[in-house]
């Protein structure tokens, strides 16, 4: 069996964060571990608070994991702060721990800051170069680049900008766009792809990101090359938003057995 490690958040309402990629590493029969960086409190409707874990506790948990249980693929989530970010990046080279699938969560689905602002540079210059994939969303992918990405034509800038500044390739989710279609956008380097499906019209999209970054690296943990691993996971992903259970008043959890 091979494992996978999600370096991340916890989330309370289970929906997103490390409860949501390690549900995801299970469907797909990948061994999940897991380092918390922060706690939230927080549910369907919205983030009342959150506070990041000490440094040598994020430290040590990589630490043990990556010593006793080593992973094939790792993916890193919601890093609260600059420190965090720092000791993560640190951690990661010292380990080598690849492939790496960096999800720079910036805001909950709620609209909830999830992240200092101080922070974005510092994962712009430590962990960028590092990420065999990045996953921004719209907003992510603004703020990662300056630039407006509100369209397909964007978000291929951008990808290509996220490669340029380091990163092994760059998908950038259209979720956000207008329109009965979504279109998520990979540029590995070399090609350039589009991904397009039905829009589905619900308000249960909670963890959405988080779930398609933990099967990304869940599938390259099995082996499956990049375009394969993502396509594969948008298809889970899309699966999960249809069949979500309607649970929660807000913004509900998706279903990850799907």
């Known amino acids: 069996m091979q494992i996978a490690l999600t370096i991340a958040g916890s989330d309370s309402g289970g929906g997103a964060g490390i409860q949501a990629d390690l549900k995801t590493f299970h ?46 693929a790792v993916k890193t989530g919601m890093l609260a702060d600059a420190a ?14 690849v492939p790496y699938v960096l999800d720079p969560v910036m805001v909950a689905t709620s609209g909830d800051p999830l992240l200092e602002p101080g ?20 907003d992510e992918a603004r703020l990662l680049t300056g630039d ?15 490669v340029r500044e380091g990163a092994h390739a760059a998908l950038v989710k259209g979720g956000h766009l207008a329109g009965d279609e979504v279109v998520d956008v990979l540029f590995d380097g070399r090609d350039v792809r ?25 599938h390259l943990a099995l082996g499956l090359p990049l375009a394969a691993a993502v396509e594969r996971s ?16 807000g913004h509900g959890p998706l279903n990850h057995f799907a």
């Open 84 to 97: 965090v970010v720092g000791v993560v990046a640190e951690s990661l080279r010292a380990h080598a721990l």
């Open 119 to 138: 922070a974005v540079d510092a994962i712009r210059r430590t962990l960028l170069p590092l990420a065999h994939l990045v996953t921004p969303n719209l």
């Open 27 to 72: 469907r797909f029969g990948v061994f999940g571990t897991s380092v918390i960086t922060a706690v939230t409190a927080q549910n369907t409707r919205g983030v009342t608070g959150w506070a990041a874990v000490p440094l040598p506790i994020i430290k040590g948990q990589i630490d043990a994991v990556a010593t006793d249980l080593r992973p094939a």
């Open 234 to 249: 948008l298809d889970y992903v899309h699966r999960a938003i249809a069949t979500a259970p309607g649970l929660g008043s």
């Open 194 to 218: 589009a991904f397009r499906r039905p829009r589905i019209d619900t308000r249960h999209t909670h963890g959405t990101g988080c779930t398609l970054s933990a099967a990304i690296t869940a």
């Open 148 to 162: 407006d990405v509100c369209d397909p034509a964007g978000m291929e800038r951008a990808a290509r900008q996220l």
